[in-house]
């Protein structure tokens, strides 16, 4: 989905540097991003869609000096409970750790990097959604199982074999049971 000009400003409607709109929008907005290339404060949008299920805007850059391209992502900032450790310890959500672990059990298995994304969003958003300050590790634990779960199986032995110390196999055993019966409810 392309987005409408005033959703996003920086998205010109013609290309070209005597483009009067994209002038006027960047008197507007101020200097554009810096070139991660080359420094140079001279980049433009020439594309914005939405990604990850419209949880992220996608931007396509321009530097109009070196004319590398490059992509930006914007993402709602989100005020997540914190997690309560098994210690009873209290930790700040880290969103690169769970995608890290996500990505560690998915390694060499056919999932796409957008379907990972979708998943590290659904999750954020159960959080969010708790209305909760803090949350236990086990809950947020069990979500990651289930995501994994419905991207692909093998990964999700593999993290529930390291996320969880199961005392027999016979309780692993039942832990996927109880998945596969809730994926088949969906
Ligand atoms: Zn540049």
């Given at each position: 989905m392309v987005l409408e000009p005033e959703q996003d400003i920086l998205r010109p409607h013609t290309t070209g540097s005597n483009c009067?709109?994209?002038k006027r929008v960047l008197e507007k907005v101020g200097k554009s991003m810096r070139c991660p290339f080359c420094s140079i404060q001279d980049t433009?949008?020439?594309?914005s869609r939405l990604a990850s299920e419209g949880d992220q805007v996608r931007r396509r850059r321009e530097c109009g000096s070196?004319?590398?391209r490059f992509?930006?992502?914007e993402i709602a900032e989100l005020t997540l409970p914190k997690i309560i450790k098994r210690d009873g310890s209290r930790q700040t959500f880290d969103e690169k750790k769970l995608r890290s672990g996500m990505h560690r059990a998915l390694e060499k298995r056919p999932v796409k990097s957008e379907d990972i994304e979708a998943a590290v969003s659904r999750i954020k958003k159960q959080m969010t959604a708790t209305g909760d300050r803090e949350m236990p590790a086990g809950e947020l634990g069990e979500w990651v199982m289930k995501e994994l779960n419905l991207l692909d199986h093998v990964a999700f032995v593999r993290f529930a074999s390291v996320y969880r110390s199961f005392q027999?196999?016979?309780?692993?055993t039942e832990t996927i049971k109880n998945l596969q019966q809730d994926n088949e409810s969906i």
């Open positions: 009067s709109y994209l433009r949008v020439i594309d070196c004319k590398e992509t930006t992502y027999d196999v016979s309780e692993f």
